[in-house]
């Protein structure tokens, strides 16, 4: 599915795997920093599709089956935030957007760095869970970080095709954790 955006932009779907802890790209330019960025989105991305698919479902039950049922439209249009990106037709046109939001220089690789360490503990902390009240409480504990650290990429970059509903749904998520933290689930 892609936006109107895009479709006018001429984009297609693609993908790209996420970077590990320590493989950030360091060629430099403008290519480096779209394709890093790339890859920052597909993170978060794929975290939440974990979010949404863990096996010992976390939040309440009234609300998994609508994120559950809402997660393919949120993930397309991450992916479609992707292609945008990786369209290098696009690239001139987005560059002044990705400067001004600091995906540049020393901005990004403190943004980049920030989210592969918070997404790294909140992929640790989805494979580690169970439905132990102590392990609830440090998973909750763990992913809040994370989601903070994709809330401030995402809102970066709310420009690009795709990344709102992205954002919208992440907060969505979020929300629905957070019910569980303060202890509001009946």
């Not at 901005?107 to 869970?129: C, G, P, Q």
Request: net charge negative.
């Amino acid at each position: 599915m892609e936006c109107e955006t895009t479709r006018k932009l001429g984009g297609t779907s693609g993908g790209s795997s996420p970077p590990g802890q320590d493989n950030r790209q360091t060629r430099g330019g403008q290519d480096d920093e779209f394709d890093r960025l790339v890859a920052m989105i597909e993170l978060i991305r794929k975290t939440l599709g974990h979010l949404v698919e863990i096996k010992r479902p976390v939040i309440p039950s009234e609300l998994q089956s609508p994120v559950y049922e809402s997660w393919p439209r949120a993930n397309e249009s991450l992916r479609t935030a992707i292609a945008t990106l990786q369209n290098k037709q696009y690239r001139p046109l987005l560059k002044p957007q990705i400067e001004a939001a600091g995906f540049t220089g020393e901005m990004l690789d403190m943004k980049e760095t920030s989210l592969n360490y918070h997404m790294a503990r909140v992929d640790k902390a989805i494979l580690t869970y169970n439905n132990n009240e102590t392990k609830l409480e440090k998973f909750l504990k763990w992913i809040k970080p994370g989601f903070k650290v994709m809330n401030s990429i995402l809102g970066s970059l709310s420009a690009i095709p795709g990344v709102e509903v992205g954002k919208e749904f992440k907060e969505h998520l979020e929300s629905a954790y957070e019910v569980v933290e303060t202890g509001q689930v009946e």
